[in-house]
């Protein structure tokens, strides 16, 4: 479907650039290189994990090598480089997020991220409780434990 058909399914239409190509890793909106700024966003939430460099090379020539690529520009660059969320209520976001998911190894490196962008151990510990109430108690244990991992490192 082309023309205002398609900006109908899609929603209002407002943030549509029907007729545009956008080149592949860009925001078309933004004009932002995806990468670039994913590989920024997650060297601030990294600090000293990532070397410096555009053409830093994240595969691994494994099965699934591309995961990482592909979460560095559609995590990274897409929602994490966005401004109109502070990288702490990101984090306290996602930690909610990932606690209700069961995401143990995504959790404990998001822990360590959380600490970077401000948050406390007591903070951690009140996202945990407070998932208690809406994912379970075996998932907040889970992710206690998870955490308790992280902070000691």
Same mark, same amino acid.
């Given at each position: 479907m082309s023309g205002a058909g398609a900006g109908a399914e899609l929603g209002s239409g407002a943030d549509l650039q029907v007729g545009t190509d956008p080149q592949v890793g860009a925001d078309p909106r933004a004009g932002t290189d995806l990468r670039a700024a994913g590989l920024k966003a997650m060297r601030e939430a990294l600090p000293g994990v990532f070397p410096e460099g555009d053409d830093l090379d994240? *595969?691994?020539? =494994?099965?699934?090598?591309? !995961? %990482?690529?592909? $979460?560095?520009?559609?995590?990274? +660059? /897409?929602?994490?480089?966005?401004? *109109?969320?502070? =990288?702490?209520?990101?984090? !306290? %976001?996602?930690? $909610?997020?990932?606690?209700?998911? +069961? /995401?143990?190894?995504?959790?404990?490196?998001?822990? =360590?991220?959380?600490?970077?962008?401000?948050?406390?151990?007591?903070?951690?510990?009140?996202?945990?409780?407070?998932?208690?109430?809406?994912?379970?108690?075996?998932a907040a244990t889970a992710a206690r434990n998870a955490a308790r991992e992280a902070l000691a490192d």
């Open positions: 994240l *595969r691994d020539g =494994r099965l699934g090598e591309e !995961l %990482v690529e592909i $979460g560095l520009t559609s995590v990274w +660059g /897409a929602l994490w480089a966005r401004e *109109r969320l502070s =990288r702490r209520d990101r984090s !306290l %976001v996602t930690l $909610g997020i990932l606690i209700a998911l +069961g /995401a143990e190894t995504e959790l404990r490196t998001h822990v =360590r991220i959380a600490r970077t962008n401000g948050l406390t151990e007591d903070e951690i510990a009140e996202v945990i409780y407070h998932a208690t109430g809406y994912a379970g108690f075996p």
